[in-house]
């Protein structure tokens, strides 16, 4: 009989299709989502349209939901929380470093003998980079040549005496409290001038209000400033692993005045992925933030304009090269002079810095700073007073005039105990995305995770079988086993010949039994044929085998297989 291929194909794919239909049915009525089984088992057609439509709109709705929740958590938005931790009056605080830096960079007395240096210092402190660069360094400004902005800030920086006196509590000297004998250090030379940090190890502690202020008394040495440079300090506030250069907390202060700096402590933490830790980036000007960050951007630059640098960093991690005169007026001056026009303006393109991940954790010490001026009677009393001291010595021939034209006080205290925690935070962070998604699956289709993995072991099964089966019908032959069941046609007929002996016999189903198994012709026993009639008169040949036991084994062996 032909077969016919195409009904066989339709016939099997018919087959798999109830396989999968029973599949679902099943699922539906054990999966942990509600609403399925109305799906395949509802009792009315029109509850199982209803429900069908339902879960179509549901599933494209909340794969909707899903994708903009994702895409939304991909973003990495924050938000900033505020909070303030309250602590008690006799709450121990910890106080800032201060940096202060004298408008005046070089004393006028250390210049007035060097005329050349002089004119050459009062153009490089302007950036005059044109009068720089006419310069003969031939005649006159010949020994200068290999000097450097360094060397001069150190050998004609302000006097120790500029600090007249640091107190606690005004009862302590800065030198008796926690930090030590080394309570000030001049260890900045940039820039910005030659600098002293006051607290530089950050051991001093206070407590609020007056019973912790932190009294400094400034001497600006008006007698040794320039004609055009006008007697006063630039006042930072800071943590101690920085430079008073990368602060943006303090102010200007001149004589005469009394300032009064109100410190208040914030905590700055940042939980972002991209945040960045001082051990991340090695900074020549302390702690890593935004502000070192700018500044290692200019000197980079600067280094790969002109080879080196007007002044080195607080820390030269990278090593750059401290610029002679010769070469701060033939490059240096002018390039710095261009990096700062571009950088502030916003016109022109930025040079590239990127600076903009911020600091993962860092202290603020944001200060509010109000004035009072010195009058004339406090000006008196307390000239009065510091005459006879050692470190007034100097100054002992000042008026009350040049008194106030000379001194200025800095109060820094904190004026409340509590501190302000700052944390930065993800805004959509991970458990976000799984409640919105979670909420969502859960109100239109009353699913879970467990619905989830339901439906993927569910997937998984049925693109299993239909693989099983493909596989099945693309091998040589049926297996004996499906024979024995009768569940498919054996396709190899043995030939009944009457004087067929057993050898021939025996090669015969070796043909059939060498598709799936090994057969062993030993326990087969020769047969011999015979004839009847059947039912409609026709003679068909049967098989008869000698001893019944043999054909026992035989089909025991099959059902075996």
Same mark, same amino acid.
Request: glycine share 6%.
């Given at each position: 009989?032909?077969?016919?291929?195409?009904?066989?194909?339709?016939?099997?794919?018919?087959?798999?299709?109830?396989? #999968?239909?029973?599949?679902?049915?099943e699922?539906?009525?054990?999966?942990?989502?509600?609403?399925?089984?109305?799906?395949?088992?509802?009792?009315?057609?029109?509850?199982?349209? #209803?429900?069908?439509?339902?879960?179509?709109?549901?599933?494209? #709705?909340?794969?909707?939901?899903?994708?903009?929740?994702?895409?939304?958590?991909?973003?990495?938005?924050?938000?900033?929380?505020?909070?303030?931790?309250?602590?008690?009056?006799?709450?121990?605080?910890?106080?800032?470093?201060?940096?202060?830096?004298?408008?005046?960079?070089?004393?006028?007395?250390?210049?007035?003998?060097?005329?050349a240096?002089?004119?050459?210092?009062?153009?490089?402190?302007?950036?005059?980079?044109?009068?720089?660069?006419?310069?003969?360094?031939?005649?006159?400004?010949?020994?200068?040549?290999? #000097?450097?902005?360094?060397?001069?800030?150190?050998?004609?920086?302000?006097?120790?005496?500029?600090?007249?006196?640091?107190?606690?509590?005004?009862?302590?000297?800065?030198?008796?409290?926690?930090?030590?004998?080394?309570?000030?250090?001049?260890?900045?030379?940039?820039?910005?001038?030659?600098?002293?940090?006051?607290?530089?190890?950050?051991?001093?502690?206070?407590?609020?209000?007056?019973?912790?202020?932190?009294?400094i008394?400034?001497?600006?040495?008006?007698?040794?400033?320039?004609?055009?440079?006008?007697?006063?300090?630039?006042?930072?506030?800071?943590?101690?692993?920085?430079?008073?250069?990368? !602060?943006?907390?303090?102010?200007?202060?001149?004589?005469?005045?009394?300032?009064?700096?109100?410190?208040?402590?914030? !905590?700055?933490?940042?939980?972002?992925?991209?945040?960045?830790?001082?051990?991340?980036?090695?900074?020549?000007?302390?702690?890593?933030?935004?502000?070192?960050?700018?500044?290692?951007?200019?000197?980079?630059h600067?280094?790969?304009?002109?080879?080196?640098?007007?002044?080195?960093?607080?820390?030269?991690?990278?090593?750059?090269r401290?610029?002679?005169?010769?070469?701060?007026?033939?490059?240096?001056?002018?390039?710095?002079?261009n990096?700062?026009?571009?950088?502030?303006?916003?016109?022109?393109?930025?040079?590239?810095?990127?600076?903009?991940?911020?600091?993962?954790?860092?202290?603020?010490?944001?200060?509010?700073?109000?004035?009072?001026? !010195?009058?004339?009677?406090?000006?008196?009393?307390?000239?009065?007073?510091?005459?006879?001291?050692?470190?007034?010595?100097?100054?002992?021939?000042?008026?009350?005039?040049?008194?106030?034209?000379n001194?200025?006080?800095?109060?820094?205290?904190?004026?409340?105990?509590?501190?302000?925690?700052?944390?930065?935070?993800?805004?959509?962070?991970?458990?976000?995305?799984?409640?919105?998604?979670?909420?969502?699956?859960?109100?239109?289709?009353?699913?879970?995770?467990?619905?989830? !993995?339901?439906?993927?072991?569910?997937?998984?099964?049925?693109?299993?079988?239909?693989?099983?089966?493909q596989?099945?019908?693309?091998?040589?032959?049926?297996?004996l086993?499906?024979?024995?069941k009768?569940?498919?046609?054996?396709?190899?007929?043995?030939?009944?010949?009457?004087?067929?002996?057993n050898?021939?016999?025996?090669?015969?189903?070796?043909?059939?039994?060498?598709?799936?198994?090994?057969?062993?012709?030993?326990?087969?026993?020769?047969?011999?044929?015979?004839?009847?009639?059947?039912?409609?008169?026709?003679?068909?040949?049967?098989?008869?085998?000698?001893?019944?036991?043999?054909?026992?084994?035989?089909?025991?062996?099959?059902?075996?297989?």
């Open positions: 009989m032909a077969i016919n291929i195409k009904e066989a194909a339709r016939t099997n794919m018919r087959g798999l299709m109830q396989r #999968f239909d029973d599949e679902l049915k699922f539906a009525l054990t999966t942990s989502a509600h609403g399925v089984r109305y799906i395949f088992h509802g009792k009315r057609i029109f509850v199982k349209v #209803f429900f069908f439509l339902f879960w179509t709109f549901a599933v494209i #709705f909340c794969i909707t939901r899903s994708a903009i929740s994702v895409n939304k958590y991909l973003q990495q938005k924050t938000s900033t929380r505020y909070e303030m931790l309250p602590a008690s009056q006799d709450a121990i605080m910890k106080f800032p470093t201060i940096t202060i830096c004298n408008y005046n960079k070089v004393r006028k007395s250390f210049l007035e003998d060097k005329p240096l002089k004119q050459l210092w009062l153009h490089i402190i302007k950036f005059d980079s044109d009068e720089l660069r006419d310069v003969n360094w031939e005649g006159r400004f010949k020994k200068y040549r290999h #000097f450097t902005v360094g060397q001069i800030l150190k050998e004609g920086e302000m006097l120790n005496d500029t600090l007249m006196r640091c107190t606690q509590g005004h009862l302590r000297y800065c030198s008796d409290t926690d930090m030590g004998e080394r309570y000030f250090v001049r260890d900045i030379d940039m820039v910005s001038g030659s600098c002293f940090r006051i607290n530089p190890k950050g051991n001093l502690r206070g407590k609020s209000g007056e019973y912790g202020v932190l009294s008394h400034l001497l600006a040495d008006s007698d040794e400033y320039f004609n055009d440079i006008h007697p006063g300090w630039l006042i930072a506030t800071h943590e101690h692993q920085r430079y008073g250069s990368s !602060i943006d907390s303090g102010g200007k202060i001149s004589p005469g005045f009394v300032y009064s700096m109100n410190i208040n402590t914030m !905590i700055v933490k940042n939980h972002m992925k991209h945040c960045k830790t001082s051990v991340d980036k090695i900074s020549g000007y302390g702690r890593y933030d935004q502000s070192t960050c700018l500044l290692d951007c200019r000197d980079k600067l280094n790969d304009t002109c080879g080196c640098l007007i002044a080195l960093p607080p820390h030269n991690v990278h090593g750059y401290e610029c002679s005169l010769e070469e701060v007026a033939s490059c240096a001056v002018g390039a710095y002079r990096y700062v026009i571009n950088f502030s303006d916003v016109r022109k393109p930025q040079i590239p810095c990127n600076c903009d991940v911020v600091a993962c954790n860092y202290t603020l010490f944001k200060s509010v700073i109000s004035v009072t001026p !010195i009058s004339y009677a406090q000006a008196e009393l307390r000239l009065s007073k510091e005459r006879p001291k050692p470190h007034f010595r100097r100054f002992a021939n000042y008026s009350v005039e040049k008194y106030l034209q001194v200025a006080q800095i109060e820094v205290y904190f004026g409340s105990s509590s501190i302000t925690d700052i944390e930065e935070v993800i805004a959509y962070d991970f458990d976000n995305l799984l409640g919105d998604i979670g909420g969502v699956m859960g109100l239109f289709l009353g699913a879970s995770i467990i619905t989830v !993995i339901e439906s993927f072991t569910l997937l998984v099964n049925m693109i299993v079988k239909s693989v099983y089966i596989l099945r019908k693309a091998t040589k032959g049926p297996r086993r499906d024979l024995w009768n569940e498919v046609a054996p396709p190899v007929a043995v030939p009944l010949k009457s004087e067929s002996s050898s021939d016999t025996c090669s015969e189903l070796e043909k059939v039994e060498s598709q799936t198994s090994s057969f062993d012709c030993s326990n087969y026993m020769p047969a011999t044929t015979s004839t009847k009639t059947n039912n409609t008169g026709d003679i068909s040949p049967v098989l008869e085998f000698d001893h019944e036991p043999q054909i026992t084994t035989m089909s025991r062996k099959i059902s075996e297989v």
